[in-house]
């Protein structure tokens, strides 16, 4: 049985933990807020009674043999916790953007690789159904060469949104491009393959802190096309949009479930005649499934099986793009 570590007990630690599929255990849950953690736990079932609840790494996993660790810390834990993670014997699946700083996900790489455990990292969007269909369309390339890619998402945030830790950059790293944007720059490698940046311009145009509110990118993929990508915390509407165009047809997604409504991905293929095309639609209006997509992948990697899921270079691939944006 896999012995499962949550470190992070947060909104996302605790998605992680409703994640995990059956015939897992979890052992420790780790917390710098004891009381979080302790609530966690309290959502467990009586049989995991014995779980080992922390407000530090080294009281979390000391003795309890965890197999995989799931990181869910804010930005500037992800790479010591990650670390310490590695240390204690973990593989460990890590919330992007996997550090607040491109050299501490390449002192996780090295650790990694020296200790001969499995990173991945959250970029669960892989995992939603239009882009596991995208994908797979992609890898087949029935529509000749890419012509270009058109990214959008964002939300609006909320009061005081400002003062929380994603808009410091002491807490973050960066404002909404290391938020939201390095999903749209991971889903472009996803489709394409790696990029060079083009163009950034990185704004701060609403919420007054020391972050950008939105940020546009250009990005050259090295197999052929286009990209362009806006990322943006003033999107009063959530929204998340990818446009794939390729020479005879385009994939259009749309949604992502919940308050960025049905997710939805639309085929329209060129006819002869050019004109309307014809035109292909798939509705997922059901819940979320991918974290547990995720979890189940990473948990297959872990065990030297196949994987979509993202590894720690695709983390240092995507980030290193972060960076140039934010130098520019």
């Not at 467990?44 to 609840?53: E, I, K, N």
């Not at 012509?147 to 404002?175: C, D, F, L, N, Q």
């Not at 095309?277 to 209006?285: C, M, N, Y």
């Not at 997509?293 to 297959?300: G, I, K, N, R, T």
């Amino acid at each position: 049985m896999t012995r499962v570590a949550v470190i992070g007990c947060g909104l996302i630690g605790r998605k992680r933990l409703q994640a995990l599929p059956a015939g897992v255990e979890v052992v420790a849950l780790v917390d710098l807020d004891l009381g979080r953690a302790e609530a966690l736990a309290a959502t467990l079932p009586a049989t995991a009674a014995g779980v080992r609840v922390a407000d530090s790494i080294q009281a979390g996993l000391e003795g309890v043999e965890a197999d995989v660790a799931i990181v869910a810390t804010v930005h500037s834990a992800l790479g010591p916790s990650t670390l310490a993670a590695l240390e204690a014997g973990c593989h460990v699946l890590v919330e992007k953007p996997g550090a607040h700083r491109l050299e501490d996900l390449v002192a996780v790489r090295d650790a990694a690789r020296a200790a001969g455990r499995v990173v991945k990292v959250g970029f669960n969007h892989r995992f939603h159904p239009s882009l596991l269909r995208a994908r797979d369309i992609a890898s087949q390339k029935p529509y000749g060469d890419l012509m270009h890619i058109r990214g959008r998402y964002g939300h609006g945030g909320r009061p005081g949104y400002e003062k929380e830790w994603r808009a410091r950059r002491e807490a973050s790293g960066g404002g909404e491009l290391v938020d939201q944007g390095i999903h749209l720059i991971d889903l472009t490698r996803y489709i394409a393959g790696d990029v060079d940046l083009v163009f950034a311009e990185c704004r701060t145009d609403f919420w007054q802190s020391d972050v950008e509110d939105n940020a546009f990118l250009a990005l050259r993929p090295r197999s052929g096309g286009f990209a362009w990508l806006h990322a943006s915390w003033t999107e009063w509407k959530n929204l998340f949009s990818l446009e794939i165009a390729y020479r005879t047809a385009k994939l259009e997604i749309t949604g992502l479930g919940g308050s960025y409504g049905v997710e939805r991905l639309a085929l329209y293929e060129m006819l002869p005649e050019m004109g309307p095309p014809a035109t292909t639609i798939w509705e997922w209006p059901q819940a979320d499934r991918s974290w547990a997509l995720e979890v189940a992948d990473f948990l297959s990697a872990a065990t030297g099986g196949e994987s979509r899921g993202a590894s720690i270079e695709d983390c240092i691939a995507a980030f290193t793009v972060v960076e140039e944006a934010y130098r520019s």
